[in-house]
């Protein structure tokens, strides 16, 4: 056979739709890898975070700081640093342990009390290991006083925070259901560190003011 008979095989080019079905097929499993191991968004439905984030920040988190969580699998891997006092976390709430999985919620709240730290309310002063413990983002818009007996929001007894847990509360002091009222933060529970808003939208202004400008892009501290 002469070498002008060789004939090399075409490539047959795929139908239109094929290829554009296994690019959105490659999408969405990137997406899901992201979702699940990087970077989730989340959005404040409720105030307990004011001044820090409010209703309609939109906000990312950062879900490999604290150590990646493969689904079904207990632990953390690549951890790079763990929970910190100050830390802003999205967390599965505890009192859902047990439903299914389309009626558990997230929270957001401010890591307040660490594995084996003391945390006591007095007077709506948070103590730290017998410490006062105040940060610039905590506000107070009940001038009100919940007496001992009547509530854990202004009083509460010191309590020791549990091994491999988190005593949280929210930066609207008066108005978060937090740490005070149903108990600690399991570690497995933390699905991450909140890092910045990306977009702000206040369904109760007027049309031109409806996006918070001032707030896109800014870090949460």
Do not use: C
Not at 23 to 49: E, H
């Amino acid at each position: 056979m002469s070498k002008s008979e060789i004939s090399t095989p075409t490539a047959v080019k795929k139908p239109w739709y094929r290829e554009y079905a296994e690019a959105l097929f490659v999408a969405a499993i990137l997406a899901l890898i992201i979702r699940t191991f990087v970077v989730q968004a989340f959005k404040i439905p409720s105030g307990s975070m004011e001044d820090t984030l409010l209703i309609g920040d939109h906000l990312l988190v950062n879900k490999f700081l604290y150590g990646v969580q493969v689904p079904f699998v207990d632990g953390r891997y690549l951890t790079i640093r763990h929970p910190e006092r100050g830390d802003v976390i999205v967390f599965e709430f505890p009192e859902d342990e047990g439903k299914n999985f389309f009626q558990r919620r997230d929270f957001i709240k401010r890591i307040v009390g660490l594995p084996g730290d003391t945390v006591e309310v007095l007077d709506k002063k948070v103590l730290v290991n017998g410490e006062p413990y105040q940060i610039p983002q905590e506000i107070h818009k009940e001038n009100n006083i919940v007496a001992p007996g009547f509530g854990p929001r202004d009083f509460m007894p010191a309590i020791e925070v549990p091994e491999g847990h988190y005593f949280v509360m929210g930066d609207n002091r008066d108005r978060s259901y937090d740490s005070r009222f149903w108990g600690f933060v399991e570690e497995s529970k933390i699905k991450g560190l909140a890092f910045i808003k990306y977009w702000s939208w206040d369904s109760q202004a007027s049309w031109l003011k409806k996006i918070r400008w001032n707030r896109l892009g800014r870090p949460i501290e």
